[in-house]
């Protein structure tokens, strides 16, 4: 199956900074997608990013399938935005396999 | 329901007891997951039902792990006899369709055992 890694494992902002986080997968992925969970444990789904650049508020994310990356860009972080960040995609019959997260903590 | 519902939130368990965890998934989602958390680490794939039917059960680490969702709606995932490196916490999703894009979960079950 996939091996996905992500970078950097954690990862410290001041309130305001913009941030960019890194996924890295060792086969072609259909299906990427980027996860926050939150402080209490919540997943919440992002973005589903097989391709291309998507926006949402401060949050975007970009796809390069052919060279087997994606990045999720953080602007303006808040404190809010703390929390572990994901990306998974499909193998085989795996619905999702996951990387091991960056770990962000935005201070005030 | 509003969102998928997992019970209890923590579980704490003496080694070897037998433990059940609950999942509860938005009412009309055909497909239910399990996955595993272990502390640090990114959920592990555990098992997928599609309606009552279990299509997948590649990722139950042992033959002590079991799931079920007779009716098609709950799912239940048993451990027997636990042991210490089960403790992890167990997340369930649920999507209308199985459409992977479409995941919805829950906020887990937070498994020790001393």
């Known amino acids: 199956g996939i091996q996905v890694e992500q970078s950097p494992p954690d990862l410290i902002l001041q309130e305001g900074a913009n941030s960019t986080l890194r996924c890295n997968f060792s086969d072609s992925v259909n299906n990427l997608q980027w996860f926050h969970q939150n402080p209490w444990g919540q997943l919440i789904n992002l973005f589903y990013i097989p391709s291309g650049t998507k926006q949402n508020g401060r949050l975007s994310a970009t796809t390069v399938a052919t060279e087997r990356y994606s990045l999720l860009y953080i602007s303006s972080s808040q404190t809010t935005d703390s929390g572990v960040y994901f990306c998974?995609?499909?193998?085989?019959?795996?619905?999702?396999?996951f990387g091991k997260g960056t770990r962000l903590s935005v201070i005030a | 329901g509003a969102g998928v519902s997992q019970s209890p939130r923590y579980k704490v368990a003496k080694r070897g007891q037998d433990v059940a965890l609950r999942c509860d998934p938005i009412s009309g989602h055909v497909s239910l997951f399990w996955y595993q958390q272990a502390l640090g680490q990114g959920p592990e794939f555990l098992t997928y039902?599609?309606?009552?039917?279990?299509?997948?059960k590649s990722g139950l680490p042992s033959d002590r792990f079991f799931a079920e969702r007779p009716e098609g709606s709950v799912s239940t995932l048993k451990i027997q006899r636990t042991q210490q490196e089960d403790s992890a916490v167990y997340l369930c999703?649920?999507?209308?369709?199985?459409?992977?894009?479409?995941?919805?979960f829950g906020s887990g079950t937070r498994l020790t055992v001393v």
């Open positions: 999703a649920s999507s209308l369709t199985g459409q992977i894009n479409g995941y919805t």
């Open positions: 998974a995609g499909p193998s085989g019959n795996t619905p999702l396999v």
């Open positions: 039902f599609q309606n009552e039917a279990q299509l997948d």
